[in-house]
């Protein structure tokens, strides 16, 4: 939340910038009348104050508004984070998975990384995804049921195969 912040430090800065601002205009217009401006030579100075006091406006509505972006309009630091966070953890949860699956055999490897690749996969797609006869995949996922790696969930007359890692 700088943005925050920074926003509120730059829309204090700006107020106090214009406070001063004000002020000084109002200085160069009594000095202007005290002079009674024409066309003197300190008319001349008075009139260019009073030219820079328009571009300090500029320089003050600037700050204003930049400050009122940084307060209300600015998300991206925060989706930055978030997408950061998101990241970690998938990251974490691939080494999760890869430390897992080093204790693992080829086959059990196998029907996991499919089982990962689409969750809830039923086990007749998942005995032709992997190439195993229907013992062979009923005996690994047993395994791994007991393990406490993967669940199956009765999905009319087949069984749908879930992740628990």
Do not use: P, W
């Amino acid at each position: 939340m700088e943005s925050k912040k920074l926003g509120f430090l730059m829309v204090g800065i700006s107020l106090i910038f214009a406070f001063f601002l004000v002020d000084y205009i109002n200085i160069m217009n009594e000095e202007s009348e005290k002079l009674g401006c024409n066309a003197a030579e300190g008319c001349v100075e008075v009139s260019s104050g009073l030219d820079m006091s328009h571009a300090a406006f500029g320089f003050f509505g600037f700050m204003l508004a930049l400050g009122f972006y940084f307060l209300f309009f600015n998300k991206t630091e925060q989706k930055i984070f978030d997408r950061l966070e998101d990241e970690k953890v998938r990251q974490v949860e691939e080494e999760r998975f890869s430390i897992i699956l080093k204790a693992l055999d080829e086959y059990e490897k196998r029907v996991m990384q499919i089982v990962k690749e689409q969750d809830g996969i039923t086990q007749n797609t998942l005995k032709l995804r992997a190439n195993m006869s229907k013992a062979k995949l009923s005996y690994i996922l047993m395994e791994l049921e007991r393990r406490g790696l993967v669940s199956r969930v009765r999905k009319g007359k087949t069984l749908e195969v879930h992740l628990k890692v």
